[in-house]
């Protein structure tokens, strides 16, 4: 995979996930035409797409699309698998998604996406494996918030 | 003093409440104002969840570069909060383009090295995805070290993140090669995906890993043998198929391992039988695993068997009610038609439904595959559902399917009558979208198929009287009456209905087409001059026509004017010449699909002339040598079917030739006939570069009283000749030395045998029919050897 785009139906970008360096500006001129290209599609035309020299694959959940730019030699069908997964990931993170909880937490969004695909590639098939990690990640996280937090280390300073 | 600042969550909410972009671009400012004086003298606890506003605003489109130190500090400080937001922010903020990105290899280095597993997480996570070469070279063998290490969420990213390594510094791969082995016996899923995508990219990018890899071909299929037949563990199942994500990704690298390599391609060949034929449909992900069995099959040597069998599930896909199913199906199947044509024919009633996809990416493809499929066989049953389609379909298509048809037709057709009505359709439906060609091989056909003269400009006028809008067919339909215009008037021409058609009617149809604003300036030219033509072909006087000229001489136009000018020129000063100059035109070569063939029909046909035998199953990738045919079996006359040419145009030398009039002959000439005044003259040349072909004209003069009119002549030579005689400049003689009758023949002899001709004439002679048929021997020894 190429990249991966999150947007609404308005066209404001909710995740972007980058696999292959491009410019600041050559990744915002590519996401402003292909959102563009999408959102102009009529509703019954199917999820694929060929734009530029790649195949793009879309997929529209409720609010929000989900759009992969994937490789000539890709299988589009096992894409919009990879699309799904990663919906339903959210689903159960974060209990019935919808939009508002991917814009109110957005890196929860990109922890959870790169616990799925690396570098473009799918890591884990397993939804439990993919979930028991976040949820382990999480509790790191809070535990480290608390143990600053708690009285005893406000006065000490570490220098980073 | 730090200012008081937003949490994320109240940021948010308060630019998605700003209501126009100045206020959101206010609210942002301000709040990027308060981040980076946080950065610069803030609470260190605090800076992750800067940056992540920063990040968020970042999304939104607002520059955020300062943010990319705060990224460095954060991954190197020790708290996992702030490594998590710190990596995250590296991802989308740094990438090799900036300097910066380099600072960050060393904390990497550190948490691959030292850091708990959910920290060597984030840093392999990160190398994946935003690692350059440099950084890559510097890390590489701390991501082989952690290759086999025990745990499995830290080997599953180490073995991707070796993926994106050798992608950005090919040299590498041989660090990962020796793991591989191992990681194969790997029981858990993401190692063993991880492991496999690792092996497919070695594979593609080196020809020794390749063979190095093809002897675990047996590995890899009892791997994937074992994932599809013992049963399915919900985890890693999607409706009831076993881990699709790894069966796809296995099929992959045996595609590539497979793929021109006979052991290996057969090794497989059972189990993508068996993947083909028992994997679970009803689904996405079903269908996805046998879309990519099907990409295998197709790719490696598989036995024919199961090649037919791959064609078939694309064909059941065709059928399939899931749009994108039917999407990838077309376009395999269009990848294919070239290599296995006999296999997608059979589904050609399916794609042929297909055209009424209302998607149009799907009937585009359809429409692709359709005309791809055409043959001889199917010629007239497509070239009847592809009209269909051309009457009702979106216009951004019109122009593909107007242009296949002609192609179609141009090489496929039966008849030249069928050939000619299919042309006229297609530009009564669809003029407007056809290349400018289609007008000059219309004509073309039409002047070379005498038969079918009277037939063409009846049509043509009927069509053109409807609807002078489409220029292609207006043109085409001007030049014929100009040229045919006698035979519009006369008698019936029973292929047609009975037209009865004034001298007047047709004069003020061409003045119409002339005045109407719809003709473009070239349409006006072949008006004018089929008015022109009209002159000598009508036998009223030609006040009207006269007229119609001398006004266009002074028209804005440069070119009509010109012509009028001429024209009236022609009327007034060179009236003797006219006849001459406005006779019929001699057929015109260019080096297209068109052969001197007998049309079945023709009743006038040379029985004596051999026709070309020809393999009736095109070939679409072999060049058809005529050559190649003089030593086929079949030489029946009658046969018809048509001359297959290959795609690219050309045919051979023969055709490609000018049949201008020929340069002056060394040859010497040869009287070949006389009779009461009556004269058949041949002469010869051979045009250099080309030993074989020799050109004769045969010209035909009448010193007689009496005017020679029906004049036909036909050939026919030995065995291994190959003859082809081309439309006459007319077939009459006037009387005391009026203008000969002139003929190509075109003889191919490759073995260079002694010729011979046979020559049959017929003709009409001071009220009398004549016949005279002889051989003619004594042709010039240079003619042939």
Known sequence: MQFMLLFSRQGKLRLQKWYVPLSDKEKKKITRELVQTVLARKPKMCSFLEWRDLKIVYKRYASLYFCCAIEDQDNELITLEIIHRYVELLDKYFGSVCELDIIFNFEKAYFILDEFLLGGEVQETSKKNVLKAIEQADLLQEKTENMYHSKSFIGCKKAY | MVAPSLKLQDLIEEIRAAKTQAQEREVIQKECAHIRASFRDGDPLHRHRQLAKLLYVHMLGYPAHFGQMECLKLIASPRFTDKRVGYLGAMLLLDERQDAHLLITNSIKNDLSQGIQPVQGLALCTLSTMGSAE??????????????????????????????????????????????????????HGVLLGTITLITELCERSPAALRHFQKVVPQLVQILRTLVTTGYSTEHSISGVSDPFLQVQILRL??????????????????????????????????AVLFETVLTIMDIHSAAGLRVLAVNILGRFLLNSDKNIRYVALMSLLRLVQSDHSAVQRHRPTVVDCLQETDASLSRRALELSLALVNSSNVRAMTRELQAFLESCPPDLRADCASGILLAAERFAPTKRWHMDTILHVLTTAGTYVRDDAVANLTQLIAGAQELHAYSVRRLYSALAEDISQQPLVQVAAWCIGEYGDLLLEGNCEETEPLQVEEEEVLALLEKVLQSHMSLPATRGYALTALMKLSTRLRGDNKRIRQVVSIYGSCLDVELQQRAVEYNALFRKYDHIRAAILEKMPLVERGGP?????????????????????????????????????????EDAQHPSPLDPSPGGALVQLL????????????????????????????????????????????????????????????????????????PSGNTVPARGGLPITQLFRILNPNKAPLRLKLRLTYNHFGQPVQEIFEVNNVPVETWQ
Do not use: W
């Open chain 2, 135 to 188: 950084m890559c070279q510097d890390l590489a063998t701390e991501v082989e070290k952690l290759l086999l290490q025990p745990s499995p969420y830290v080997r599953k990213k180490a073995i991707l993140t070796a993926v994106h390594i050798i992608r950005k510094v090919p040299e590498l791969s041989n660090i990962f090669l020796p793991s591989c082995a191992q990681l194969l016996h790997e029981r858990h």
């Open chain 2, 254 to 287: 045996l595609r590539i391992l497979g793929r021109n390599h006979e052991e290996s391609s057969e090794a497989m060949n059972d189990l993508l039988a068996q993947v083909a034929t028992n994997t679970d449909t009803s689904r996405n992900a079903g269908n």
């Open chain 2, 594 to 634: 068109q052969v001197g063939e007998e049309a079945k029909e023709s009743k006038a046909a040379a029985k004596l002339s051999e026709a070309a035998p020809v393999p009736t199953e095109p070939q679409a990738s072999k060049l058809l040598d005529l050559l190649d045919l003089l030593d086929g079996p079949s």
């Open chain 2, 656 to 727: 490609d030739l000018p049949c201008a009039p020929p340069r002056p002959a060394p040859i010497p000439n040869l009287k070949v006939f006389e009779r009461e005044g009556v004269q058949l003259n041949l002469s010869f040349i051979r045009p250099p570069g080309t030993p074989a072909l020799l050109l004769i004209t045969v010209t035909v003069t009448n010193s007689s009283g009496g005017d020679v009119t029906h004049f036909i002549c036909q050939a026919a030579v030995p065995k291994s000749f190959q003859l082809q005689l081309q439309a």
